[in-house]
């Protein structure tokens, strides 16, 4: 079965703090994409990766594809940052995306 | 520049009833991703249309259907309403989605309860 798995599923952090969120599949991708949902349900991409590594700002989403594992960070996190981060993978076999189950980050002041 | 506009953004139907949402995408973006969240089995994909046509179907019931339009503006229908139908649907645009690497835009959702 394929799956997507995320860690952790809740994080706290102090304002400031450098957070990292993993996600791990299970066999080959063709892409995956990093996604931030605020409360209220809007999503919004933050990065679509295939390789290597892509910088945002305060976002590095980084990705080795051959221990099949990427992660999220965020530096000098923010409390704006608080949302829930989702990563979704595009299976090599197909076209569509298939969604982790997320990380709920909270960033205290 | 416009984004991904959903409507409407939130709506009760009645077991039995059905329910058309709309979503426009991006002006020049070809392609319309729908999605299904709901909180005991998070994001799913329900399908996606490039052109007009059904490029991508996920695992769910005939009971939900879309299409889509010249102008690329989708419509999904969910018929026979069900109490586990109630979710947040999101869609989202991309300039070809599919295989490609284009990024994609997602609406604000139609937040939809089934009573």
């Known amino acids: 079965k394929n799956e997507v798995e995320q860690s952790p599923q809740n994080l706290t952090a102090q304002e400031g703090e450098f957070i990292t969120i993993n996600c791990s599949y299970s066999?080959?991708?063709?892409?995956l994409h990093w996604l931030q949902q605020h409360p209220g349900g809007g999503i919004v991409s933050l990065f679509m990766?295939?390789?290597g590594k892509k910088k945002h700002g305060r976002l590095i989403a980084t990705i080795n594809i051959q221990e099949k594992h990427s992660s999220l960070h965020i530096t000098a996190s923010h409390p704006r940052d608080s949302a829930v981060y989702i990563c979704?993978?595009?299976?090599?076999?197909?076209?569509?995306?298939?969604f982790g189950t997320g990380t709920s980050l909270t960033v205290i002041p | 520049k416009a984004g991904v506009t959903q409507t409407p953004r939130y709506l009760i139907k009645t077991r039995g009833q059905q329910v058309t949402l709309s979503c426009s995408p991006i002006?020049?973006?070809?392609?319309v991703s729908w999605y299904q969240q709901t909180p005991g089995q998070g994001l799913q994909f329900l399908f996606e249309?490039?052109?007009?046509?059904?490029?991508n179907k996920g695992n769910f019931p005939g009971r939900f259907s879309g299409r889509q339009f010249s102008n690329s503006r989708s419509e999904m229908n969910v018929s026979t309403l069900e109490l586990g139908d109630s979710a947040l649907y999101l869609c989202?645009?991309?300039?070809?989605?599919?295989?490609?690497?284009?990024?994609?835009?997602f609406g604000s959702g139609t937040r939809l309860t089934v009573v």
């Open positions: 989202a645009s991309s300039l070809v989605g599919g295989a490609s690497n284009y990024g994609y835009t």
């Open positions: 066999v080959g991708i063709s892409a």
């Open positions: 990766l295939s390789s």
């Open positions: 979704a993978v595009r299976w090599n076999t197909g076209n569509q995306f298939y």
């Open positions: 002006s020049g973006h070809r392609s």
């Open positions: 249309y490039f052109s007009e046509t059904q490029r």
